[in-house]
């Protein structure tokens, strides 16, 4: 890697997002010297990454850094002597995200991007683009490392780590670093003290043991986390947490994350749900209003910083922490991160070749996965039901399986019967046909 600075890729680079990732090199580049950011994106993407180039070029204007911000609309040219790629993309854009929640709402059925019969899809039509990328990154930027927080980021980092020789892909997800910073308030102490023990797989994880400058603190914590005021939940932009049972958590003895409300708070999930899908307010569609804002926004020529109002938007820190993990790679920190890595042991009883989402110390080598033994009894069955979905979804997304594809959501726990899993995927299947040529094209 050059020590003069580094050549980033983000593939995806006309997100919404980027504005918060051109931030976090600019606050990071006294020790991550940036010396190139190419933002790739496809010609039907055009306007956006012109509007947000644009921005990203004022934002290292305004504070006089040598980094150069290049637009492309050639990823193979983009990629060549990369040292970097994140990759931040969503495949059928907005339009495609909307139609994984409404259709399976439809059925009575939580539509969500990332869990259930819309996070399946949303698998379905990413991971055979990231498998192309990668093996423009084999042959263009062999050494680079992809930070991939393309959701639904642990299938997309396993379908890479099974499936390509390519091993330096790990997988990045916020909801690690909100659950620090809610831990952090509870416990009354600054986030920088703060590390976690997690179980689990990428938005299906556990905290089973939480630190304060090295000393476990979870006897305490867990105490305060059963009686929760509704309010002092963990929170996420884009659906509201509800409190756990004192009994529940106590039992449980490890803390959720948000996104298990979906699998806890099932009926009550849904019950919102099914109201949004009435009103026309799905998160998609709330989403894709919120946008439209952050572009006029981007769009002003005085703008030269990131607007508060991308706070907004659900994904808000991932791109921090892609920085952060970045920053942490280059510079061999050694610190704690959450990532989506190789096993390889770090849960004994899931397979060593499946990713997990863990605490790893970060190196210069990666990230190195911190050991935590076998799953806690209390959650490991639903953990390996999790994996196991998994791995049927990322097949089924290779092949081009209809029947993998029905037998994976009939496991997973948010689908109520095999008749409705077999409805909910062929109107999905119908519906996103034109990113789905591995189904089709036979």
Not at 102 to 129: C, D, W, Y
Request: hydrophobic share 40%; with cysteine; net charge negative.
């Amino acid at each position: 890697m050059n020590k003069d600075g580094v050549k980033i890729v983000t593939i995806g680079g006309g997100s919404s997002y980027t504005p918060e990732l051109v931030e976090g090199f600019i606050k990071r580049y006294d020790h991550l010297p940036v010396r190139e950011l190419w933002l790739v994106d496809i010609e039907a993407g055009r306007e956006k990454l012109e509007t947000v180039g644009a921005l990203a070029k004022r934002m290292v204007k305004k504070v006089g850094l040598p980094m150069k911000v290049i637009l492309s609309y050639d990823r193979r040219e983009a990629l060549k002597d990369a040292d970097f790629v994140t990759t931040q993309m969503r495949i059928g854009r907005l339009p495609a995200r909307v139609l994984d929640e409404r259709i399976p709402l439809s059925h009575g059925l939580i539509g969500q991007e990332t869990n259930g019969a819309g996070g399946m899809f949303k698998a379905f039509r990413t991971i055979p683009v990231i498998l192309d990328i990668v093996k423009d990154i084999e042959e263009l930027c062999p050494n680079a490392w992809l930070i991939n927080f393309t959701n639904p980021a642990g299938m997309v980092t396993e379908a890479i780590l099974r499936y390509t020789n390519f091993k330096k892909a790990i997988g990045l997800c916020n909801v690690p670093v909100n659950m620090v910073a809610g831990f952090a308030k509870m416990l009354n102490v600054d986030e920088s003290q703060v590390t976690m023990e997690v179980q689990g797989v990428n938005h299906f994880i556990f905290a089973t043991d939480v630190f304060v400058d090295g000393v476990s603190r979870f006897d305490e914590l867990l105490h305060k986390y059963a009686y929760l005021k509704p309010e002092d939940t963990i929170q996420m932009k884009n659906f509201v947490s509800l409190p756990y049972s004192p009994s529940f958590i106590k039992g449980l003895k490890a803390i959720p994350c948000p996104y298990h409300n979906y699998y806890f708070f099932t009926k009550e999930q849904l019950e919102e749900e099914l109201e949004q899908l009435k009103t026309g307010t799905v998160r998609g569609e709330v989403v894709s209003k919120t946008e439209e804002e952050l572009f006029e926004l981007y769009s002003h020529e005085e703008l030269q910083e990131k607007p508060e109002q991308l706070a907004m938007r659900g994904g808000a820190k991932y791109s921090d922490a892609a920085c952060n993990l970045i920053a942490s790679i280059y510079t061999n920190k050694g610190d704690i991160q959450y990532v989506d890595v190789r096993n390889n042991g770090a849960i004994a009883d899931l397979p060593m070749d499946s990713a997990v989402e863990v605490a790893c110390r970060i190196t210069a080598d990666g990230p190195q996965p911190i050991a935590t033994g076998d799953l806690r009894l209390p959650i490991s069955g639903y953990v390996h039901m999790m994996k196991t979905f998994e791995r049927l979804v990322i097949e089924a997304a290779i092949k081009g399986d209809r029947d993998l594809a029905v037998t994976a959501l009939n496991m997973n726990p948010l689908c109520p019967s095999d008749e409705i899993a077999n409805i909910v995927i062929d109107e999905l299947l119908e519906a996103h046909k034109d990113y789905l040529p591995q189904f089709f094209n036979k």
